[in-house]
């Protein structure tokens, strides 16, 4: 049963990798952006501002004013890449021990609590709710799913079977509602830093 | 909401050509860039802090992610797999009447474009990009608020988007330089018009010479002071340019030609904007992608000459001159969008006593309200001075008795923010900061 469940996780993160693959490429076929305007300063600076400094509380003002939230996100980002840690040694066969298994658990059982935390915020702040539509219930369902399991994946060897299978439905998932920003959040960033760098308002002071 | 402007009208004569043409538009305006960008939107939420429309009314509309939202909609329905397959999972909506109506009270009415947004969110989603492409398919369907689309069609038809005739600019010109000469005490002071190969080509915002002539007086005795060699033209002088606004790109990029035409006729060097924030973004950064041409001459802002001026010591201001303490806003299209975000600022700390920044300021700015066309749409005039409460308070905080402001759309809307929340304050360009400052000059203080 688990052999079958690591074969649908690697043919889910084919298909998840396919699926994101296919929508850049559809995003590329729009064509290049023109700039045609003499720069004022520089694409490169921009987009290294935009990836670094320009996330941080310090220059952007949405996540110093709501901590709590930026906070909630960056624990459930953890604790997504803390669960597909655990996802890579269990398809390894190289279990987690000792201090890194302590941090892996603490990450993915944090990360899983953000997740509900958001999904709870989002059901009841009125516009949160306004904003949403059932792609966002899922795609947190599945992704704090999989956060959740792969805590008790390690705690638990009977867990690793409703593991795998939640990590094959995330991973089918991912190419069809939001959960593709974990691809388009770089070109996102890239393109957005590029057009400040070369207008100069990127880095600020520049 | 009162239809005064035929807006809900046309929206019933909407036929499903009228809808196919206008995602064609929308389409066309897509690139890599914003397929990228409406495929990113995490709905964190955590933009709507950022819109002075949401701080003003907290209304579900005003979110900056909803106003993506209705764009991205119909960017699934009608451009994507999971769009066609499951609208309903994925929030895919179709372009319909209902839609359009949305569109137009969101896009136009809640949206000055202002990119405050944009900075604040979490995955750095261009939304004013997005939204001026929306704007552009509206106005391909002939959505454009009757008044915003008039601005528009003045300048297309009179070269400038008051209606100015060419005898009323020049006179007006003929009349302002008779007032520098007796300011400045220099009977040779000029404002030369059409002066062929000079260095600099000045432009102009039309409201100056029909409501502000001292702005521009102010303008000239800089200039005078400076002994720059400069003309403005008779033709093809007004620096506005609402294509930026109404989203239509052609229209846009005719208005923007009536200015390179001027600098081909004349052969002058540099290009001037003057005080404004939408015309220096459209000149500088837009117009080369409306016209799919680089243009053959630098184009700068008035703000950056001035600041040339004074690091050269061509300029020498008296800062006691102005005694009150003085603020600055940051017109979004100049300083945001534009890049030209030092010179003013440089400017003001030699030519004020006491000068105190708002607070957020520069690239983090709050939009006062008046952008994206929003003095033009009378149809949303009183949720624009709802919006402008953000930026009232930030006056206020300040302690301010002056504010400067490089652009006269955010002067116009600042006016109306001043009598709406009785700011008491006065409102002045730069150049009139600079001109009521200058050593030797004995401006008029009428």
């Known amino acids: ?206 | 909401m009162a239809s005064t402007d035929g807006i809900e009208e046309r929206l019933e004569q909407l036929q499903p050509e009228d809808f196919r043409r206008g995602l064609e538009v929308f389409r066309g305006r897509l690139r890599e860039a914003e397929a990228s960008y409406l495929q990113t939107c995490v709905r964190c939420g955590l933009c709507a802090d950022s819109c002075h429309y949401y701080r003003a009314d907290r209304e579900l509309e005003s979110v900056p992610a909803y106003k993506l939202g209705l764009a991205t909609a119909v960017f699934k329905r009608h451009f994507t797999t999971m769009g066609r397959l499951a609208p309903g999972l994925v929030g895919a909506r179709d372009f319909d009447r209902a839609m359009a109506r949305r569109w137009v009270d969101a896009i136009f009415g809640r949206c000055s474009m202002c990119g405050r947004c944009t900075l604040n969110c979490t995955t750095g989603i261009h939304i004013a990009a997005i939204l001026r492409a929306a704007r552009g398919a509206l106005a391909e369907m002939g959505l454009v608020p009757a008044d915003l689309q008039a601005t528009v069609d003045a300048s297309l038809t009179t070269g400038n988007n008051m209606g100015i005739s060419k005898q009323d600019w020049l006179e007006t010109v003929e009349w302002i330089e008779e007032e520098l000469q007796a300011a400045v005490g220099d009977p040779q002071a000029r404002i030369p018009v059409d002066q062929p190969g000079a260095r600099v080509l000045f432009t102009v915002n039309p409201r100056e010479p029909k409501f502000f002539p001292l702005c521009l007086q102010a303008s000239a005795a800089v200039f005078h002071a400076a002994g720059e060699d400069w003309t403005v033209a008779s033709e093809g002088w007004d620096l506005t340019n609402y294509g930026l606004f109404s989203g239509h790109d052609g229209q846009a990029g005719a208005i923007a030609a009536n200015l390179l035409k001027s600098m081909d006729r004349l052969g002058c060097r540099v290009l001037v904007i003057g005080e404004c924030g939408h015309g220096f973004n459209s000149a500088r950064w837009e117009a080369a992608e409306w016209l799919g041409r680089r243009p053959g001459f630098e184009i700068r802002s008035f703000l950056e000459v001035m600041e040339d001026y004074f690091r050269e010591g061509r300029l020498r201001v008296d800062p006691a001159k102005h005694p009150e303490p003085v603020t600055l806003h940051d017109p979004c299209n100049l300083v945001r969008t534009g890049g030209i975000s030092e010179p003013q600022r440089a400017i003001l700390r030699r030519t004020v006593s006491r000068f105190v920044e708002m607070t957020p300021h520069g690239k983090d700015a709050f939009c006062c309200g008046g952008g994206g066309g929003q003095l033009s749409m009378s149809r949303f005039r009183d949720r624009r001075l709802r919006a402008g409460a953000v930026k009232a308070e930030q006056i206020r905080r300040t302690g301010a008795r002056t504010v400067v402001a490089p652009c006269h759309n955010c002067i116009d809307q600042l006016m109306e923010l001043n009598k709406e929340y009785k700011l008491g304050v006065a409102i002045k360009t730069v150049a009139e900061m600079v001109a009521d400052a200058l050593v030797s000059n004995a401006r008029s203080q009428g």
């Not at chain 1, 396919?18 to 995003?27: E, M, T």
């Not at chain 1, 310090?58 to 997504?80: D, F, I, M, Q, W």
């Not at chain 1, 990360?111 to 795609?139: F, H, M, N, Q, W």
């Not at chain 1, 995330?170 to 509602?177: A, N, Q, S």
Request: charged share 10%; glycine share 12%.
């Open chain 1, 1 to 206: 049963m688990e052999q079958a469940l690591r074969i649908a996780v690697l043919a889910g993160a084919a298909w998840a990798l396919a699926g994101l693959a296919l929508l850049a490429v559809r995003a590329r076929a729009y064509g290049p952006k023109s700039y045609l305007a003499a720069p004022a300063g520089s694409a490169a600076a921009g987009v290294a501002y935009a990836f670094g400094p320009g996330m941080s509380p310090t220059a952007k003002e949405s996540t110093r004013e709501h901590p709590g939230a930026y906070l909630t996100g960056v624990g459930y980002h953890l604790g997504v890449f803390a669960a597909l840690a655990c996802l890579v040694l269990l398809l390894a066969d190289r279990p987690p021990h000792g201090a890194a298994l302590r941090v892996l658990q603490l990450l993915t059982l944090a990360g899983a609590a953000c997740g509900a935390g958001l999904l709870v915020k989002r059901l009841s702040v009125p516009y949160l709710r306004g904003i949403s539509c059932a792609d966002d219930v899922v795609a947190n369902l599945l992704t704090t799913g999989f956060a959740a399991l792969a805590f008790a994946a390690t705690l638990a060897p009977g867990a690793r079977a409703a593991f795998l299978a939640e990590t094959t439905a995330l991973l089918l998932y991912v190419p069809l509602g939001k959960i593709r920003h974990c691809f388009f959040f770089f070109p996102t960033r890239y393109h957005m830093g590029f057009f400040y760098g070369r207008r100069g308002t990127f880095p600020p002071g520049a």
